[in-house]
């Protein structure tokens, strides 16, 4: 998408444009432009995106630096991990490094829950032996083989006594969505594949990795150097999903 358009799209939904225009101005958003539309450097599955002022708004109240490693990281890692994630359910041997991983783990560990709850427990499965049951275990589905194929796997367990669920909603599932949706974005930026997978029967898995049955099962995800990188997948125009003032 080029960026007038992006400006464009920006302008006609916010009503905000001519000011937002003005920010574009900026030196430093201007540089933000350049490097987010520059190749990775990472020579990573790369999507060109110009970070919204929203985004820039937030990455400077988080990160006051000004000196490319402050505003511009957040900027750029956010969108372009955003931009370039796909559901990779085909991997190389290639290991991840302790420090990616604690890097995808830290991640996880600032995801947002209901009243904090923090209800999660992370299970991080190095063994072959025990990925190629739990791949076993998720026969059928689609991500089933890349469990065996990819040098780490996921799996993100739930207590649902630790969330709530008032007005007839499971926040606990929520919660598992936005800590799965930091491992999925960190991993991206990375340079990293993952697929969510939440399509399996529990009771295969639980013995196979010993979770206790007051945890439910709700997300498994492969972790590794993507072997092959699908394109993207359509998703619906903010014109048929957006609603502003009523609906
Ligand atoms: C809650 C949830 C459950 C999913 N379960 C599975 C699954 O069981 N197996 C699978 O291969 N993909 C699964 N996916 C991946 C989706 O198919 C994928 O995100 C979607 O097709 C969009 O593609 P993209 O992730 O590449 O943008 C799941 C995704 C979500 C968010």
């Known amino acids: 998408m080029g960026s007038d358009h992006f400006l464009a799209v920006f302008t006609t939904l916010s009503g905000t444009g001519a000011k937002n225009a003005r920010k574009w101005s900026d030196p430093i958003l201007a540089f933000s432009a350049k490097r987010t539309t520059a190749p990775d450097p990472r020579g990573a599955f ?85 990925q190629a049951k739990l791949s076993e275990a998720l026969e059928g589905n689609p991500g089933s083989k890349a469990v065996s194929q990819a040098p780490v796997t996921i799996v993100v367990c739930m207590d649902p006594n630790e969330s709530g669920s008032p007005n007839d909603k499971q926040y606990f599932m929520t919660d598992a969505g936005i800590l799965m949706d930091h491992i999925m974005l960190q991993a991206a930026d990375l340079g990293l594949g993952t697929v969510f997978i939440g399509f399996f029967d529990e009771d295969k898995i639980r013995p196979v990795l010993g979770v206790p049955d007051q945890f439910r099962i709700v997300g498994i995800t492969p972790l590794g150097v993507p072997a092959k990188i699908p394109g993207e997948r359509p998703r619906n125009e903010l014109a048929d999903i957006v609603h502003w003032d009523k609906w």
Not at 68 to 92: F, L, P
């Open 46 to 130: 790369f999507m060109p995106a110009r970070p919204s002022p929203l985004l820039i708004k937030y990455a400077q109240a988080r990160s006051p630096s000004e000196d490319g490693t402050g505003i511009q990281g957040v900027v750029d890692m956010t969108v372009e991990a955003i931009r370039k994630r796909r559901s990779v359910r085909k991997y190389e041997e290639t290991p991840v490094s302790d420090d990616q991983l604690s890097q995808i783990l830290e991640s996880a560990r600032y995801a947002a829950s209901w009243a904090n709850k923090q209800g999660w427990q992370i299970l991080v499965i190095k063994d072959a032996g025990i």
